[in-house]
T-cell receptor
Framework: GAVVSQHPSWVICKSGTSVKIECRSL??????MFWYRQFPKQSLMLMAT?????????EQGVEKDKFLINHASLTLSTLTVTSAHPEDSSFYIC??????????????FGAGTRLSVL | AQSVTQPDIHITVSEGASLELRCNYS??????LFWYVQSPGQGLQLLLK??????LVQGIKGFEAEFKRSQSSFNLRKPSVHWSDAAEYFC??????????????FGKGTHLIIQP
């Protein structure tokens, strides 16, 4: 149980275009979802936290107008990178947590999305 | 602010040998501690967690970790490694509000190499 699916796994886009990444909890209700960014050979950095039906909370230094997060249902959160530029190229990873059972206070991670902006 | 230190960037261990990966944390209250493993093309998989209670916790794949409050450490151990254990290992610390989980702070990871 507690499976999180992330799509796409790899996306290439032109500079100035927008890219949407989806994160789905397949077998539990994800009351909270998180978005992380991982640079090559480095750790994961929390970008934002989203609770279902609420606006996302962004970490200091993360541009909320560039990284739009929507968490409209208990199983789906999306991250849209708007007007992407080469410096936005990175590995983006989502995670999800619920309120009951094995999902309580534990984050389950998607496989990540590698974004390359040309 | 909370932080996690994994002092070893790379560790090489012979197959069948024992393993210990170090993790030190800085946190103002009792932390929630985790070890995750990341393999290429796969998401982070939870190995084990510590919330409270017994300070020696057992996880999946034969891993265990011990929480030592006095040393602010949460080291991961395995008595005998297998070639399939080669991966990137992350220690993480989290906090929890009444509404559920907060974001995790991760260490920089330890890359485990298994020698035949």
């Amino acid at each position: 149980g507690a499976v999180v699916s992330q799509h796409p796994s790899w996306v290439i886009c032109k500079s100035g275009t927008s890219v949407k990444i989806e994160c789905r909890s397949l077998d539990f209700q994800a009351t909270t979802m998180f978005w992380y960014r991982q640079f090559p050979k480095q750790s994961l950095m929390l970008m934002a936290t989203s609770n279902e039906g609420s606006k996302a909370t962004y970490e200091q230094g993360v541009e909320k107008d560039k990284f739009l997060i929507n968490h409209a249902s208990l199983t789906l959160s999306t991250l849209t990178v708007t007007s992407a530029h080469p410096e936005d190229s990175s590995f983006y990873i989502c995670s999800a947590s619920g309120l009951v059972g094995d999902t309580k206070n534990i984050q389950y991670f998607g496989a990540g999305t590698r974004l390359s902006v040309l | 602010a909370q932080s996690v230190t994994q002092p070893d960037i790379h560790i090489t261990v012979s197959e069948g040998a024992s393993l210990e990966l170090r993790c030190n944390y800085s946190y103002g209250a009792t932390p929630y501690l985790f070890w995750y493993v990341q393999s290429p093309g796969q998401g982070l998989q939870l190995l084990l967690k510590y919330f409270s209670g017994d300070t020696l916790v057992q996880g999946i794949k034969g891993f265990e970790a011990e929480f030592k409050r006095s040393q602010s450490s949460f080291n991961l151990r395995k008595p005998s490694v297998h070639w399939s254990d080669a991966a990137e290992y992350f220690c993480a610390v989290g906090a929890y509000s009444g509404g559920g989980a907060d974001g995790l702070t991760f260490g920089k990871g330890t890359h485990l190499i298994i020698q035949p």
